[in-house]
């Protein structure tokens, strides 16, 4: 699946009431966590499991292995919340999701504190990640990297390009939230406020894309 070889293969389904109760420093879930939980997702299954002693790579000083979970979902437009609070209750620090919906797939993970969701989806039969590397800190890096996809930089470690990602997606709402204003504003000079905010970020935004910056802005 995805490109892993068959001899990482695993088949266990995850009732979902797992997820409901207290898990680790996360209490339980009250009645419409649940219900909105339901509303998404059909069913939870690790699929694959990687490590030295499934697959010919050496263990990493981060990395020891990592699983992999298909995530039937029922509906393409997911609440997110939903995809982070499984993250969170599945009890693993380095798993990948594939959010399955038909033919469809899109992945999500976890790197710290940072929450990695794929921007398209993609045919579930075709798509397989690209691995390299000398161990599985390398191999679970490059996932991440393909998940988060572009802009990256190899020269910053990858929590600096999650923050800048993360940044760059604020920076699009920012805009879109001052387009609506100007829009909307009947006076020039407030209109021409927000144009010129816009105007800025704009440039940000574009800075960022291209890789120049090398930090996000706080």
């Known amino acids: 699946m995805f490109g892993l070889p068959k001899s990482t293969e695993e088949k266990k389904i995850i009732p ?10 996360f209490s339980a879930m009250t009645t419409t966590q649940k219900t909105a939980f339901n509303e998404d997702v059909t069913q939870v299954a690790i699929t694959n499991v990687v490590g030295p002693q499934r697959m010919p790579v050496a263990a990493g000083a981060r990395v020891k292995g990592f699983y992999v979970a298909r ?3 029922k509906r393409k437009q997911f609440n997110p919340k939903n995809v982070e609070t499984l993250l969170h209750r599945i009890g693993q620090k380095n798993i990948l999701l594939a959010l399955s919906y038909g033919d469809v797939v899109r992945f999500a993970l976890k790197y710290d504190e940072h929450i990695v969701v794929s921007k398209d989806w993609v045919l579930a039969g075709e798509f397989r990640f690209s691995f390299s590397g000398l161990n599985l800190d390398d191999v679970w890096n490059g996932i991440v990297k393909q998940v988060a996809g572009g802009p990256w930089n190899e020269a910053l470690s990858v929590a600096e390009n999650l923050d800048i990602q993360e940044y760059i997606a604020k920076l699009q709402k920012e805009i879109a939230n001052l387009e609506k204003k100007a829009r909307s504003e009947n006076q020039p000079a407030r209109k021409l406020e927000f144009f010129n905010r816009k105007r800025d970020l704009e440039s940000q935004f574009t800075e960022y894309q291209n890789g120049k910056s090398e930090h996000a802005q706080p």
């Open 16 to 25: 979902k009431e797992t997820f409901f109760g207290r898990v680790g420093a």
């Open 71 to 73: 995530v039937t979902m």
